[in-house]
């Protein structure tokens, strides 16, 4: 399934990304806040939030495809850790910022 984006609505430090409803298990969303372009990933259930932009060459990760290892760069291939955004395999070097989620009402914030 193709990713959403969308653009988030900050509240306080949490920005609005995406329905909860709207994020099946093992798929991925995305959003646009300020100069943040953001990945929303359900892996198992398990919701992340990192950089949607790949530290190598600046791909957009929401065109890759998610494992459990994680997010897989869909241009050279580096998977990148959902926890705590460091890449699992060459070429990419740096890690992903990560950031902190919660999930309330059926809505996912992303804290910036
Ligand atoms: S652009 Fe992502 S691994 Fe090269």
């Keep these: 399934m193709k990713p959403t984006t969308s653009t ?3 509240l306080g430090r949490w920005v609005k990304a995406c329905k909860r409803a709207e994020l099946g298990t093992n798929q991925m969303c995305s959003f646009d806040f300020e100069n943040k372009q ?7 259930g398990q919701i992340y939030a990192t950089d949607r932009i790949c530290t190598h060459e600046e791909a957009d990760l929401a065109g890759g495809f998610l494992s459990e290892e994680g997010v897989r760069c869909p241009l ?9 955004g460091r890449p699992q395999n060459p070429p990419a070097e740096l890690p992903l910022k990560t950031y902190n989620i919660k999930v309330e009402k059926d809505e996912i914030y992303v804290e910036v």
């Design 76 to 84: 050279h291939l580096s998977v990148f850790n959902l926890r705590d």
């Design 8 to 10: 988030g609505e900050l």
């Design 38 to 44: 953001i990945l929303i990933a359900d892996l198992g």
